[in-house]
C-alpha cells in the first residue's frame, strides 16, 4: 500500500506559477507510473502528467510546454511545476501511483485556484 499526500496548491494569478509536491510513503518499490491528475467542478478526472520509472514524461496537450512534471527518488516525491497559469487550470490536483500489478495510489488532493 502507499501513501500519497499533496501540497502546494493555493490561489495565483492568471500567468503565474505553483509548484505542487506529493510526498509518497509505504511500499513504493512495484510502482511502475507516477502522475497527477486534475479535476474542475462538475467534470471528470482528467490526466495532467505522468512520469515513468524510466523517466518518461508524457502531457495532456493542454499543459505541454507550461506544466512540468519530475521526481526525486530519495525524497520520495513527485512534483508538478505549474508556470503561466491560466483560470481553467482552476481544480483540486490528485498525485497517483500505479503499480506494476495495475492498482493505483491516490493522495486526497490539493487545490489549485487561478484567478483572471
Known amino acids: 500500500q502507499v501513501q500519497l499526500v499533496e501540497s502546494g496548491g493555493g490561489l495565483v494569478q492568471s500567468g503565474g506559477s505553483l509548484r505542487l509536491s506529493c510526498a509518497a510513503s509505504g511500499f513504493i518499490l512495484t510502482t511502475i507510473t507516477m502522475g497527477w491528475y486534475r479535476q474542475a467542478p462538475g467534470k471528470q478526472r482528467e490526466l495532467v502528467a505522468t512520469?515513468?520509472?524510466?523517466?518518461?514524461?508524457n502531457y495532456d496537450s493542454s499543459v505541454k510546454g507550461r506544466f512540468t512534471i519530475s521526481g526525486d527518488n530519495a525524497k520520495k516525491t513527485l512534483y508538478l511545476q505549474m508556470n503561466s497559469l491560466k483560470p481553467e487550470d482552476t481544480a483540486v490536483y490528485y498525485c497517483n501511483y500505479r503499480s506494476l500489478s495495475g492498482s493505483d495510489s491516490w493522495g486526497r488532493g490539493t487545490q489549485v485556484t487561478v484567478s483572471s
Open positions: 512520469l515513468s520509472r524510466g523517466g518518461t514524461t
